[in-house]
Protein backbone atom coordinates (compact mmCIF):
# COMPACT_ATOMS: atom_id res chain seq x y z
CA UNK A 1 0.00 0.00 0.00
CA UNK A 2 1.07 3.73 -0.56
CA UNK A 3 0.74 5.70 2.18
CA UNK A 4 0.57 9.46 2.14
CA UNK A 5 3.96 10.00 4.11
CA UNK A 6 5.61 8.04 0.96
CA UNK A 7 4.07 10.69 -1.78
CA UNK A 8 5.55 13.61 0.27
CA UNK A 9 8.64 12.76 0.60
CA UNK A 10 9.22 11.55 -3.00
CA UNK A 11 10.05 14.07 -5.90
CA UNK A 12 6.98 12.93 -8.46
CA UNK A 13 6.31 13.69 -11.64
CA UNK A 14 2.63 13.68 -13.96
CA UNK A 15 2.02 10.29 -15.10
CA UNK A 16 4.00 8.45 -11.95
CA UNK A 17 2.24 10.59 -9.46
CA UNK A 18 -1.29 9.55 -11.03
CA UNK A 19 -0.48 6.20 -10.69
CA UNK A 20 0.68 5.65 -7.17
CA UNK A 21 -2.53 7.96 -6.26
CA UNK A 22 -4.62 5.83 -7.71
CA UNK A 23 -2.87 2.46 -6.58
CA UNK A 24 -3.32 3.90 -3.27
CA UNK A 25 -7.23 4.35 -3.64
CA UNK A 26 -7.47 1.01 -4.59
CA UNK A 27 -5.79 0.07 -1.97
CA UNK A 28 -8.12 2.00 0.60
CA UNK A 29 -11.10 1.03 -1.30
CA UNK A 30 -10.42 -2.40 -1.41
CA UNK A 31 -9.24 -2.51 2.15
CA UNK A 32 -13.19 -0.47 3.08
CA UNK A 33 -15.06 -2.90 1.19
CA UNK A 34 -13.75 -5.47 3.68
CA UNK A 35 -15.24 -5.07 6.71
CA UNK A 36 -15.22 -7.55 10.41
CA UNK A 37 -17.45 -6.58 13.69
CA UNK A 38 -16.01 -7.61 16.55
CA UNK A 39 -19.49 -7.87 17.97
CA UNK A 40 -19.42 -10.69 15.42
CA UNK A 41 -17.11 -12.42 16.70
CA UNK A 42 -18.47 -12.37 20.29
CA UNK A 43 -17.30 -8.61 21.78
CA UNK A 44 -19.73 -7.22 24.35
CA UNK A 45 -18.84 -3.83 24.73
CA UNK A 46 -20.04 -3.65 28.17
CA UNK A 47 -17.02 -2.21 29.85
CA UNK A 48 -17.24 -5.38 32.16
CA UNK A 49 -16.61 -8.74 30.51
CA UNK A 50 -13.17 -8.84 28.55
CA UNK A 51 -13.14 -8.49 25.26
CA UNK A 52 -9.50 -9.09 24.09
CA UNK A 53 -9.95 -12.15 22.46
CA UNK A 54 -13.17 -11.38 20.02
CA UNK A 55 -11.18 -8.37 19.25
CA UNK A 56 -8.29 -10.10 18.29
CA UNK A 57 -10.20 -12.70 16.15
CA UNK A 58 -11.81 -9.89 14.17
CA UNK A 59 -8.66 -8.36 13.42
CA UNK A 60 -6.70 -11.51 12.65
CA UNK A 61 -9.82 -12.62 10.26
CA UNK A 62 -9.25 -9.60 8.52
CA UNK A 63 -5.77 -9.97 8.35
CA UNK A 64 -6.33 -13.66 6.49
CA UNK A 65 -8.95 -12.27 4.43
CA UNK A 66 -5.69 -9.88 2.82
CA UNK A 67 -6.79 -7.01 4.89
CA UNK A 68 -9.70 -5.06 6.00
CA UNK A 69 -11.59 -2.82 8.34
CA UNK A 70 -12.30 -3.67 12.03
CA UNK A 71 -15.12 -1.95 13.41
CA UNK A 72 -17.18 -1.70 16.82
CA UNK A 73 -20.94 -0.94 17.79
CA UNK A 74 -20.82 2.22 20.02
CA UNK A 75 -19.76 0.56 23.68
CA UNK A 76 -16.99 0.06 25.79
CA UNK A 77 -15.11 -2.81 25.28
CA UNK A 78 -12.07 -3.59 28.09
CA UNK A 79 -9.50 -5.18 26.56
CA UNK A 80 -5.65 -6.40 27.25
CA UNK A 81 -3.20 -6.62 24.25
CA UNK A 82 -4.38 -6.61 20.98
CA UNK A 83 -2.15 -6.96 17.52
CA UNK A 84 -3.13 -4.81 14.47
CA UNK A 85 -1.91 -7.03 11.46
CA UNK A 86 -0.70 -6.12 8.12
CA UNK A 87 -3.39 -4.51 5.90
CA UNK A 88 -5.59 -4.33 9.01
CA UNK A 89 -7.28 -0.82 9.39
CA UNK A 90 -8.89 -0.75 13.24
CA UNK A 91 -11.31 1.88 13.36
CA UNK A 92 -12.27 3.01 17.26
CA UNK A 93 -15.42 5.03 16.07
CA UNK A 94 -17.20 7.59 17.17
CA UNK A 95 -18.86 6.41 20.68
CA UNK A 96 -16.83 3.35 20.77
CA UNK A 97 -13.82 3.42 24.11
CA UNK A 98 -11.18 0.48 24.43
CA UNK A 99 -10.42 0.24 27.95
CA UNK A 100 -7.28 -1.42 29.09
CA UNK A 101 -7.92 -3.84 32.08
CA UNK A 102 -5.97 -3.76 35.08
CA UNK A 103 -4.71 -7.12 34.98
CA UNK A 104 -0.81 -7.74 34.12
CA UNK A 105 -1.36 -11.17 32.87
CA UNK A 106 -3.28 -9.72 29.78
CA UNK A 107 -0.17 -7.85 28.25
CA UNK A 108 2.08 -10.62 27.28
CA UNK A 109 5.64 -9.89 28.00
CA UNK A 110 7.67 -9.22 24.37
CA UNK A 111 10.78 -7.98 23.13
CA UNK A 112 11.50 -4.51 22.36
CA UNK A 113 13.27 -1.41 23.27
CA UNK A 114 11.89 0.36 26.77
CA UNK A 115 13.46 4.11 28.01
CA UNK A 116 16.82 3.22 25.65
CA UNK A 117 17.57 0.00 26.26
CA UNK A 118 16.69 -3.36 24.82
CA UNK A 119 14.58 -5.93 26.89
CA UNK A 120 11.22 -7.67 27.84
CA UNK A 121 8.59 -5.46 28.21
CA UNK A 122 4.93 -5.71 28.53
CA UNK A 123 3.03 -5.82 25.22
CA UNK A 124 1.22 -2.45 24.72
CA UNK A 125 -2.56 -2.23 25.30
CA UNK A 126 -2.71 -1.42 20.97
CA UNK A 127 0.13 -3.17 19.05
CA UNK A 128 1.55 -2.95 15.57
CA UNK A 129 4.25 -5.54 16.37
CA UNK A 130 6.81 -6.16 13.00
CA UNK A 131 3.88 -5.25 10.59
CA UNK A 132 3.12 -3.13 7.15
CA UNK A 133 0.69 -1.38 5.93
CA UNK A 134 -1.64 -0.87 9.20
CA UNK A 135 -4.20 1.97 10.35
CA UNK A 136 -5.66 2.85 13.78
CA UNK A 137 -8.25 5.56 13.61
CA UNK A 138 -10.65 7.17 15.64
CA UNK A 139 -12.44 9.48 16.51
CA UNK A 140 -13.35 7.12 19.57
CA UNK A 141 -10.95 6.65 22.79
CA UNK A 142 -8.43 4.58 23.66
CA UNK A 143 -8.20 4.10 27.35
CA UNK A 144 -5.66 2.78 29.25
CA UNK A 145 -6.73 2.65 32.60
CA UNK A 146 -3.34 3.96 34.20
CA UNK A 147 -3.76 5.08 37.49
CA UNK A 148 -3.59 1.17 39.01
CA UNK A 149 0.03 1.27 37.05
CA UNK A 150 0.87 4.85 38.02
CA UNK A 151 0.11 3.53 41.71
CA UNK A 152 2.26 0.30 41.53
CA UNK A 153 5.25 2.62 40.32
CA UNK A 154 4.97 5.12 43.07
CA UNK A 155 5.27 2.36 45.28
CA UNK A 156 7.54 0.41 44.26
CA UNK A 157 9.61 3.82 44.00
CA UNK A 158 9.25 4.38 47.45
CA UNK A 159 10.57 1.27 48.45
CA UNK A 160 13.76 1.58 45.94
CA UNK A 161 14.94 4.71 46.43
CA UNK A 162 16.27 4.58 50.16
CA UNK A 163 18.46 1.84 48.36
CA UNK A 164 20.00 3.96 46.06
CA UNK A 165 17.90 1.79 43.20
CA UNK A 166 16.11 5.24 41.70
CA UNK A 167 16.93 4.50 38.11
CA UNK A 168 16.07 0.88 38.40
CA UNK A 169 11.90 2.13 39.66
CA UNK A 170 11.37 3.11 35.64
CA UNK A 171 12.78 -0.42 34.58
CA UNK A 172 11.28 -2.83 37.15
CA UNK A 173 8.16 -1.54 37.32
CA UNK A 174 6.69 -2.62 33.74
CA UNK A 175 3.59 -0.47 32.93
CA UNK A 176 1.60 -1.11 29.52
CA UNK A 177 2.27 1.51 26.89
CA UNK A 178 -1.14 2.69 24.93
CA UNK A 179 -0.14 2.38 21.20
CA UNK A 180 3.31 0.76 20.23
CA UNK A 181 5.15 1.00 16.89
CA UNK A 182 7.46 -1.64 16.69
CA UNK A 183 9.69 -2.36 13.73
CA UNK A 184 6.97 -1.86 11.57
CA UNK A 185 6.49 0.26 8.54
CA UNK A 186 3.60 2.21 7.08
CA UNK A 187 1.46 2.52 9.72
CA UNK A 188 -0.71 5.96 10.17
CA UNK A 189 -2.77 6.66 13.49
CA UNK A 190 -5.74 9.14 12.90
CA UNK A 191 -8.01 11.03 14.66
CA UNK A 192 -7.65 9.29 17.87
CA UNK A 193 -8.47 10.10 21.25
CA UNK A 194 -5.86 8.29 23.84
CA UNK A 195 -6.17 8.39 27.39
CA UNK A 196 -4.49 7.92 30.99
CA UNK A 197 -1.47 5.51 28.88
CA UNK A 198 -0.42 3.40 31.66
CA UNK A 199 3.11 4.78 30.73
CA UNK A 200 4.29 6.23 27.46
CA UNK A 201 1.05 7.41 25.47
CA UNK A 202 2.74 6.34 21.83
CA UNK A 203 5.95 4.89 21.59
CA UNK A 204 7.70 4.37 17.71
CA UNK A 205 10.23 2.42 17.29
CA UNK A 206 12.42 0.68 14.68
CA UNK A 207 10.33 1.95 12.76
CA UNK A 208 9.53 4.09 9.29
CA UNK A 209 7.29 5.41 7.23
CA UNK A 210 4.90 6.18 10.06
CA UNK A 211 2.26 9.23 10.28
CA UNK A 212 0.44 10.35 13.77
CA UNK A 213 -2.36 12.72 12.78
CA UNK A 214 -4.72 14.59 14.82
CA UNK A 215 -3.86 12.44 17.68
CA UNK A 216 -5.84 14.18 21.63
CA UNK A 217 -3.84 12.79 24.06
CA UNK A 218 -5.10 13.45 27.86
CA UNK A 219 -3.14 11.84 30.37
CA UNK A 220 -3.91 13.68 33.55
CA UNK A 221 -7.22 12.64 34.20
CA UNK A 222 -7.85 11.24 37.76
CA UNK A 223 -4.03 11.96 38.83
CA UNK A 224 -0.78 12.69 37.03
CA UNK A 225 0.96 9.43 35.64
CA UNK A 226 4.74 9.39 36.02
CA UNK A 227 6.64 9.01 32.58
CA UNK A 228 3.64 9.23 30.81
CA UNK A 229 4.52 10.59 27.29
CA UNK A 230 2.81 11.83 24.19
CA UNK A 231 4.14 10.72 21.77
CA UNK A 232 7.99 9.07 21.43
CA UNK A 233 10.13 8.28 18.34
CA UNK A 234 12.97 5.88 19.04
CA UNK A 235 15.41 4.99 16.35
CA UNK A 236 12.89 5.58 13.38
CA UNK A 237 12.96 7.14 9.95
CA UNK A 238 10.22 9.28 7.86
CA UNK A 239 8.09 9.85 10.13
CA UNK A 240 5.40 12.69 10.28
CA UNK A 241 3.21 14.03 13.66
CA UNK A 242 0.87 16.74 13.06
CA UNK A 243 -2.29 18.16 14.55
CA UNK A 244 -1.25 17.05 18.28
CA UNK A 245 -2.92 18.27 21.18
CA UNK A 246 -1.12 16.51 24.27
CA UNK A 247 -1.83 17.01 27.98
CA UNK A 248 0.59 14.72 29.46
CA UNK A 249 2.89 14.40 33.00
CA UNK A 250 6.36 14.03 31.12
CA UNK A 251 8.00 14.68 27.63
CA UNK A 252 5.44 15.93 24.96
CA UNK A 253 6.70 15.26 21.61
CA UNK A 254 10.19 13.95 22.16
CA UNK A 255 13.13 12.26 20.27
CA UNK A 256 14.70 9.27 21.46
CA UNK A 257 17.95 6.96 20.19
CA UNK A 258 18.84 4.43 22.87
CA UNK A 259 20.43 4.63 26.06
CA UNK A 260 24.31 4.53 27.27
CA UNK A 261 26.13 0.82 26.58
CA UNK A 262 23.12 -1.04 24.77
CA UNK A 263 21.97 2.46 22.87
CA UNK A 264 25.33 2.96 21.08
CA UNK A 265 25.79 -0.98 20.64
CA UNK A 266 22.44 -0.96 18.60
CA UNK A 267 23.59 2.22 16.96
CA UNK A 268 20.20 3.64 15.23
CA UNK A 269 19.76 6.94 14.62
CA UNK A 270 16.18 8.75 14.45
CA UNK A 271 16.13 10.89 11.13
CA UNK A 272 13.95 12.84 8.93
CA UNK A 273 11.11 13.55 10.98
CA UNK A 274 8.44 16.45 10.89
CA UNK A 275 6.74 17.42 13.54
CA UNK A 276 4.19 20.58 13.21
CA UNK A 277 0.99 22.08 13.96
CA UNK A 278 0.44 20.96 17.38
CA UNK A 279 0.24 22.30 20.80
CA UNK A 280 1.29 21.32 24.19
CA UNK A 281 -0.96 21.90 27.01
CA UNK A 282 0.92 20.27 30.17
CA UNK A 283 4.01 18.32 30.20
CA UNK A 284 7.92 18.34 31.49
CA UNK A 285 8.56 19.63 27.92
CA UNK A 286 6.78 20.85 24.37
CA UNK A 287 9.67 19.50 22.13
CA UNK A 288 12.39 17.25 23.35
CA UNK A 289 15.43 15.62 22.34
CA UNK A 290 17.11 12.79 24.86
CA UNK A 291 17.83 12.07 27.05
CA UNK A 292 18.37 8.59 25.22
CA UNK A 293 20.53 9.97 22.40
CA UNK A 294 22.99 7.48 22.11
CA UNK A 295 22.09 6.64 18.39
CA UNK A 296 21.85 10.19 17.34
CA UNK A 297 19.40 12.44 15.26
CA UNK A 298 19.38 14.05 12.29
CA UNK A 299 17.42 15.68 9.65
CA UNK A 300 14.26 16.96 12.12
CA UNK A 301 11.94 19.87 11.59
CA UNK A 302 9.66 21.14 14.29
CA UNK A 303 7.20 24.05 13.71
CA UNK A 304 3.91 25.85 14.49
CA UNK A 305 3.66 24.36 17.98
CA UNK A 306 2.08 25.76 20.45
CA UNK A 307 3.35 25.28 24.13
CA UNK A 308 1.30 26.49 27.17
CA UNK A 309 1.78 27.22 31.14
CA UNK A 310 2.72 24.87 33.02
CA UNK A 311 5.14 23.64 30.37
CA UNK A 312 8.69 24.07 32.66
CA UNK A 313 10.48 23.63 29.17
CA UNK A 314 9.86 24.98 26.00
CA UNK A 315 12.99 23.74 24.05
CA UNK A 316 14.70 20.55 25.41
CA UNK A 317 17.66 18.66 24.66
CA UNK A 318 18.75 16.38 27.19
CA UNK A 319 21.56 13.89 27.68
CA UNK A 320 24.08 12.78 29.98
CA UNK A 321 28.07 11.44 30.01
CA UNK A 322 27.37 8.30 29.94
CA UNK A 323 24.68 8.22 26.38
CA UNK A 324 26.92 9.20 23.53
CA UNK A 325 25.58 10.06 20.44
CA UNK A 326 24.36 13.62 19.55
CA UNK A 327 21.89 15.75 17.14
CA UNK A 328 22.77 17.49 13.68
CA UNK A 329 20.77 19.54 11.52
CA UNK A 330 17.78 19.83 13.68
CA UNK A 331 15.59 22.62 12.49
CA UNK A 332 12.82 24.81 14.97
CA UNK A 333 10.89 27.52 14.08
CA UNK A 334 7.84 29.33 14.32
CA UNK A 335 6.90 27.78 18.26
CA UNK A 336 4.55 29.91 20.39
CA UNK A 337 5.09 29.67 24.42
CA UNK A 338 3.02 31.21 26.80
CA UNK A 339 4.11 31.35 30.46
CA UNK A 340 6.56 28.30 29.91
CA UNK A 341 9.13 28.63 32.38
CA UNK A 342 12.12 28.31 30.13
CA UNK A 343 11.77 28.67 26.44
CA UNK A 344 15.33 27.00 25.71
CA UNK A 345 16.59 24.75 27.65
CA UNK A 346 19.60 22.32 27.05
CA UNK A 347 21.28 20.07 29.76
CA UNK A 348 23.96 17.46 28.98
CA UNK A 349 23.87 16.25 32.71
CA UNK A 350 20.48 15.38 33.21
CA UNK A 351 18.73 13.70 36.34
CA UNK A 352 22.09 12.16 37.69
CA UNK A 353 19.95 9.97 39.81
CA UNK A 354 18.32 8.22 36.97
CA UNK A 355 20.85 8.40 34.58
CA UNK A 356 24.43 7.12 36.33
CA UNK A 357 23.53 3.48 37.76
CA UNK A 358 25.43 1.32 39.52
CA UNK A 359 24.03 -1.91 41.17
CA UNK A 360 24.45 -1.64 45.10
CA UNK A 361 26.86 -3.76 46.94
CA UNK A 362 24.87 -6.73 48.19
CA UNK A 363 22.67 -7.40 45.53
CA UNK A 364 23.22 -11.18 44.76
CA UNK A 365 21.15 -11.77 41.29
CA UNK A 366 20.97 -8.36 39.74
CA UNK A 367 18.53 -8.95 36.23
CA UNK A 368 20.05 -8.77 33.23
CA UNK A 369 18.72 -5.57 32.54
CA UNK A 370 20.42 -4.30 35.34
CA UNK A 371 23.60 -5.37 34.09
CA UNK A 372 22.95 -4.11 30.60
CA UNK A 373 22.04 -0.18 32.19
CA UNK A 374 24.95 -0.30 34.13
CA UNK A 375 27.25 -1.80 31.62
CA UNK A 376 30.32 0.92 31.11
CA UNK A 377 31.12 3.16 28.11
CA UNK A 378 34.48 2.12 26.89
CA UNK A 379 36.55 4.43 26.38
CA UNK A 380 34.69 7.29 28.53
CA UNK A 381 35.02 9.85 26.12
CA UNK A 382 32.58 7.74 23.75
CA UNK A 383 29.84 8.52 25.86
CA UNK A 384 30.26 12.27 25.41
CA UNK A 385 27.15 13.68 23.34
CA UNK A 386 27.79 16.26 20.42
CA UNK A 387 24.72 18.31 19.15
CA UNK A 388 25.64 20.51 16.25
CA UNK A 389 24.19 22.37 13.55
CA UNK A 390 21.14 23.49 15.39
CA UNK A 391 19.10 25.92 14.00
CA UNK A 392 16.11 27.85 15.97
CA UNK A 393 14.14 31.00 14.66
CA UNK A 394 11.04 32.66 14.94
CA UNK A 395 10.43 32.30 18.63
CA UNK A 396 8.11 34.33 20.97
CA UNK A 397 7.92 33.52 24.21
CA UNK A 398 6.17 35.49 27.07
CA UNK A 399 5.89 35.42 30.46
CA UNK A 400 9.10 32.97 31.58
CA UNK A 401 11.54 32.75 34.42
CA UNK A 402 14.83 32.50 32.55
CA UNK A 403 15.43 32.76 29.15
CA UNK A 404 17.91 30.36 28.32
CA UNK A 405 19.63 27.54 30.43
CA UNK A 406 22.54 25.87 28.78
CA UNK A 407 25.51 23.67 29.51
CA UNK A 408 27.47 21.14 28.07
CA UNK A 409 30.96 19.94 28.96
CA UNK A 410 33.81 22.06 27.85
CA UNK A 411 35.31 18.78 25.78
CA UNK A 412 32.30 18.17 23.85
CA UNK A 413 30.48 21.74 23.47
CA UNK A 414 27.40 22.82 21.65
CA UNK A 415 28.46 24.36 18.34
CA UNK A 416 27.05 25.91 15.40
CA UNK A 417 23.68 27.08 17.00
CA UNK A 418 21.86 29.74 14.96
CA UNK A 419 19.45 31.81 16.63
CA UNK A 420 17.32 34.18 14.61
CA UNK A 421 14.21 36.11 15.00
CA UNK A 422 13.97 35.54 18.71
CA UNK A 423 11.27 37.18 21.16
CA UNK A 424 11.74 36.61 24.86
CA UNK A 425 10.26 38.12 27.64
CA UNK A 426 11.51 36.88 31.26
CA UNK A 427 12.50 37.67 34.60
CA UNK A 428 15.82 36.51 34.18
CA UNK A 429 18.14 36.03 31.06
CA UNK A 430 19.39 32.85 32.44
CA UNK A 431 22.99 31.65 31.32
CA UNK A 432 24.81 29.88 28.87
CA UNK A 433 28.08 27.71 29.25
CA UNK A 434 29.85 25.23 26.78
CA UNK A 435 28.91 26.34 23.68
CA UNK A 436 31.01 27.59 20.74
CA UNK A 437 30.13 29.66 17.34
CA UNK A 438 26.75 30.59 18.56
CA UNK A 439 25.06 33.50 15.37
CA UNK A 440 22.24 35.74 17.21
CA UNK A 441 20.31 37.77 14.13
CA UNK A 442 17.30 39.71 15.82
CA UNK A 443 17.10 38.04 19.28
CA UNK A 444 15.21 40.10 21.41
CA UNK A 445 15.00 38.81 25.20
CA UNK A 446 13.74 41.51 27.74
CA UNK A 447 14.28 40.62 31.34
CA UNK A 448 12.84 42.04 34.46
CA UNK A 449 15.88 42.38 36.40
CA UNK A 450 18.55 43.85 33.59
CA UNK A 451 20.73 40.48 32.94
CA UNK A 452 21.27 40.22 29.82
CA UNK A 453 23.06 37.70 27.41
CA UNK A 454 25.75 37.79 24.22
CA UNK A 455 26.46 34.92 22.23
CA UNK A 456 29.04 32.75 22.73
CA UNK A 457 32.19 32.80 20.17
Not at 7 to 13: G, I, P
Not at 35 to 60: C, E, M, P
Not at 141 to 160: H, P, S, V
Request: with cysteine; aromatic share 10%.
Amino acid sequence: MVRPLDLMQTKLTGNKLSYLLLLFFASWLHAQSHTFSVNDYGAKGNGATLDTRAIQAAIDAAAQAGGGTVIFRPGTYLSGAIFVKSHVHLNVGDGVTILGVQDTTQYPMMPTRVAGIEMTWPAALINVYQQQDAAITGPGTIDGNGKYWWDAYWALRRQYEPKGLRWAADYDAKRPRLVQIFDSKNVSLKNIRLERSGFWTIHICYSSNVTVDGATIRNNIGGKGPSTDGIDIDSSRHVLVEHADIEVNDDALCLKAGRDWDGLRVHRPTEDIVIRDSIVRAGAAGFTIGSETSGGFRNVDVYRLTVLAPVPSGILFKSDRTRGGGAENIRIHDITMKGVAVPIHITMDWNPKYSYATIPAGVAHPPDYWKTITHPVRPPERGLPHFRHVKIWNIDATGAMKAFVVSAYPEAPLVDFDFSRISISAQSAGSIKDAKNWKWKVVKVQTQDGTTLTPPE
